[in-house]
């Protein structure tokens, strides 16, 4: 059969992509300084001979013919997902991919000691570059495709996503937030601080606790540090990194938390379908929504630390305590703090979309080129004072080089991030109306409830269907903002 | 010219090579164990990818082009070395190639847990399977190169020995080892033992300060923990491990300072034709004659640890003593220690050439088919007492599991251990001879001289000459046992 010949193809397809992902890991977490042209070099080839393979003419072919035989549903699906691949592949010139993955290694690369330096101008010019380069391949796909350069790239990261689907969304954010934040800040309970230092192995193994209490796989992973956490490696061998600040042990736990949710959703993929574009994950949104629904549905609330709390204490302090500042209630209380504040991946829930907008008004303005790299920092400054009253003028590390993403050649990808808090509240709130013991099995530390229903609902499911219709099985409605501003509502506001 | 595009298919190779370099040393290191089945799927696609461009018909044409065009000295080196490797690609079937690499990688990890339970039943029949699949490789390899099949291995590790060479040189060392050992035991001056526990961190620090003095760039390279020491990684980022015995801070520190012998080497290698065969390190023996002119000529000398015992006092104790046990001469005693042992590792210079000369009869006779796995146990055992006085009988953890090297595929590798000692010795008696102040230099810390003698005569050679020539131009003369068996009366007969 084609479909069999496809299939062994793309086994070798993801036996490259397995060595690009644990390379890209390595370049974060272990590569020294001096080994990064190398690398850059080697994933550049890595990034064009997986794009050669997929945008073979024989897999052309062999899909065409695949689709008329008789398939079953994940076989089908898997078919489909492999035409979309190498229409898009085919879209792009093997060169332009591969100048693009170097400019954006080496970009990134630059960026590391050039946020730490506040130095703008160490970087401009190969962001510029990478830009450009983001803009030539997003036109290419825009023609293939017949869509816009923007919604190609999107479609990159969230198959089917498009800026008619995100314009209404964020507009309804953009119209309902403000007006949250100031209440949440005005209502918000007095809370006492918890002052460090907290040294790192005890925030590691904070972090090893309750990874595994989540049900993290650590046969199947690891736990590591990098520059900026992130969820990295395959579903194989899942590797999640964070950061310790000595001064704030909620900053590395929450992070730990949402990377795990990330590694839940990476390590409960159909087994069977491993390595086929229908084993992996659906798209970036609803791989958001997995770490949203750990880190703040679950991880943020009163149950969660009613449960977390001694653990908290213990592999901090050495023992339990009664001390006020420790107890469930404050937990609660601190991680819950609404505040207006330069840093995304620092931002509470209320401002975090806020956040994305601005982003997301940047890069369309980049990609369509109203806005040059040159003028970003400005415009940085203007929509960060709009949204959220700051200034970041002369302040590139707490501004436009705060994130990673541009620098790296990710243009399209920060709306998943709010689509994603919006699908984990709808998922989450379906899964507490259908698990009425749920909060209580939270509150003991029992998690496989929520995993098994996510495992069924949304994990197992790999790529078989689009992330809109997973929402509208696993939630009986279609996706919208109601059950997140419900949520943030009934969190910061009542 | 043809030439260049060979050269250009070949840096593609390199990156191929790169991506397998370090998804090995992170297997060795990092993957988690539930990582192992996918890794060995995607290094044998690695392999079969790296196989597949080397072996392409293209690869022998545009060589026998450029072999006609102007080429200087190294580019001509590098023509030459392409072509033989073509030949020895195209000789073996791809598929058996991936076969190997596979059973290869899962043979080894099934070896780790085993040795662990010296359990040697559950790992015969892979082992069985990877001498088969090495047999047939030989094979296919000895018909295409005209050679025996034990020749054709060797021949891949460094490259032109034959087992011609080696057999006289494992005679002379036959003939005279056993009664040196003797000698060297009835002599062995008084030690007082340096009794642990010493925790992993000091132990860490100390191999860090010791790899720095001796030249070792941390930006281009790294130190981390495996089961089995190596050093891996590529040349622009050499990777060395070790393991820590909390009884004995020498065994970490020596092979720390055996693995940063052949990081230096690799750190060496001529940058402008780092990618290309002939800027590869040019074989394991003179690979491992630098890692033992580091440890066993330099580091296990007086000189050496004039230097070093300060260092080693105030890592493992926190400030320097007049402790007699911690004096240069008594630490200088117990580095030259000889024993009869087990392990192959573990082994003093004088007994390590016996254990060497026992794999050696072994593999040979499983590679011709005159033993099988099935009796190995009992052979290694007979042999065993023949050379060292030892019985290892249902001892395989100590006895025939104890090395990686036949597990993981390698089979034509033992014998450049001892040409590599046998090397480093003529190389470090010639040095000591152009270079009247060495051992002043040493005792004062400063390891620039040696170092600059050793770039200029091997390393940044590359591949540009067979090992014999580099050694015969380094030293003078060619290659004999003459200075390695004077080195081993000096040393320990004295």
């Known amino acids: 059969m084609s ?7 793309y086994q070798r397809i993801g036996h490259l992509e397995h060595a690009q992902a644990m390379l890209s890991w390595d370049e974060a977490t272990m590569m020294p300084s001096g080994g990064g042209a190398a690398r850059a070099e080697a994933l550049a080839t890595l990034v064009g001979m997986i794009h050669d393979l997929a945008a073979a003419p024989e897999i052309g072919e062999l899909a065409e ?13 898997n078919v489909a997902l492999i035409q979309r691949r190498w229409q898009r592949a085919r879209a792009v010139p093997t060169d332009l991919a591969t100048a693009l993955s170097k400019a954006g290694s080496l970009c990134e690369q630059a960026w590391r000691p050039a946020r730490g330096a506040n130095d703008w101008q160490a970087v401009a010019g190969q962001l510029d570059e990478v830009i450009g380069l983001t803009r030539e391949t997003a036109q290419a796909l825009a023609d293939a495709l017949d869509c816009s350069p923007y919604d190609a790239l999107l479609d990159d990261y969230e198959p089917g996503l498009q800026q008619a689907d995100v314009d209404p969304v964020f507009d309804e954010l953009r119209a309902a937030l403000p007006a949250l934040i100031d209440r949440a800040i005005a209502n918000q ?3 006492s601080a918890i002052a460090g230092p907290f040294s790192v192995p005890p925030q590691e193994q904070l972090g090893r606790a309750l990874m595994a209490a989540l049900g993290f796989d650590f046969e199947r992973g ?11 490696g395959d579903p194989s061998d899942t590797r999640i990194t964070t950061r310790y600040n000595d001064a704030d042990f909620m900053e590395s736990m929450f992070a730990v938390l949402h990377e795990t949710g990330h590694a839940l959703y990476e390590q409960g993929l159909p087994a069977a379908w491993r390595g086929q574009p229908v084993g992996d994950s659906r798209g970036m949104a609803l791989h958001e929504s997995q770490s949203l629904i750990m880190e703040m549905q679950v991880c943020r609330s009163r149950a969660f630390l009613d449960f977390a709390a001694p653990t908290i204490q213990r592999c901090l302090l050495g023992e339990t305590t009664q001390a ?11 991680a819950a703090k609404v505040e207006r504040g330069f840093i995304r991946v620092d931002a509470d829930e209320l401002t975090y979309p806020l956040h994305v907008i601005l982003r997301y008004e940047l890069e369309t303005a980049l990609l369509d080129g109203s806005l040059t790299v040159a003028d970003l920092p400005d415009a940085w400054d203007a929509a960060m004072r709009r949204y959220l009253g ?4 002369g302040d590139f590390a707490n501004g436009v080089m705060q994130d990673v993403h541009w620098f790296g050649g990710l243009i399209g990808y920060f709306p998943t991030y709010t689509f994603g808090a919006v699908i984990a509240a709808q998922l989450f709130q379906a899964a507490k109306a259908r698990l009425p013991s749920l909060e209580d099995a939270i509150r003991g530390g029992d998690f496989s409830v929520l995993l098994e229903w996510l495992r069924a609902n949304v994990h197992s499911r790999g790529s078989l269907l689009p992330t809109m219709a997973v929402v509208a099985e696993a939630t009986g409605e279609e996706l919208g903002t109601a059950a997140f501003l419900r949520h943030l509502n009934e969190r910061y506001c009542a």
């Open 3 to 9: 479909y069999d010949a496809l299939h062994e193809r």
């Open 65 to 77: 013919a695949a689709a008329n035989e008789p398939l079953d549903a994940w076989q089908a699906a």
């Open 189 to 191: 309970p007095p809370h």
């Open 222 to 232: 690891r736990l590591d540090v990098s520059h900026h956490p992130f969820c990295g």
């Open 324 to 334: 006020a500042q420790w107890r469930p209630d404050n937990l609660t209380r601190l």
């Open 390 to 393: 700051l200034s970041t003028a």
